[in-house]
């Protein structure tokens, strides 16, 4: 299913449809302040593996990072000092993934043995509101182009072509970005960019 959503203002009924697929083990794909992911409730590790499936990786290999839709929860999934958060507190949300070291309740998420976690808390309306109503974070991971000159798809009608029968629903968002988040390493608790994106880290 193609569904198209405002960015400045979600349906209301809209949020519902897709949060219900999502908690009952969908998967779907949607835009982001970046490029296009896919993503799935983190509480349906079938849906997590589904994810996994349609990338071609085992579910210990997959590198998930989590959306979330502000900080206030972060220490449910994450170990994070002081001088990390007000870095954290001053980017996001925005186009960044810090990878932190995981709490204890990660590994259950994900049937593995994660020690790091990806948050993500994207400066766009559509993630955040999906999060806000589903009540908690979603697992997300890019989708990549085979094509490596385009890297990343920013259409969602050829998106819709290539994945309408492998997930549930495919949100319209508008043309996506051609770049993904700048990724910070802070599992050593220092800050390393390990894949720049679009993001500029403040300090």
Do not use: W
């Amino acid at each position: 299913m193609l569904l198209k959503l405002y960015s400045d203002n979600p349906n209301h009924r809209e949020l519902r449809k897709i949060t219900d697929v999502l908690k009952d083990g969908g998967i779907i794909i949607y835009p982001t302040d970046t490029i296009y992911a896919i993503g799935c409730d983190i509480t349906n590790n079938k849906a997590i593996q589904r994810i996994a499936k349609l990338k071609g990786i085992s579910t210990e290999k997959a590198n998930f990072s989590l959306i979330c839709n502000s900080l206030s929860n972060l220490s449910d999934y994450a170990k994070v000092d002081n001088s990390t958060f007000k870095v954290m507190k001053k980017n996001l949300p925005g186009a960044f993934t810090f990878i932190l070291p995981a709490s204890n309740n990660v590994p259950k998420l994900f049937k593995s043995k994660k020690k790091t976690i990806g948050i993500r808390i994207p400066d766009h309306y559509i993630p955040l509101s999906i999060v806000e109503e589903l009540g908690n974070p979603i697992a997300t991971t890019s989708i990549r182009d085979k094509d490596e000159v385009i890297e990343y798809t920013t259409d969602p009608e050829l998106i819709y072509e290539k994945y309408k029968n492998d997930v549930d629903i495919i949100i319209d968002g508008g043309f996506g970005n051609n770049t993904a988040s700048t990724v910070v390493d802070c599992s050593e608790g220092s800050f390393e960019i390990i894949r720049p994106g679009i993001g500029e880290l403040e300090y």
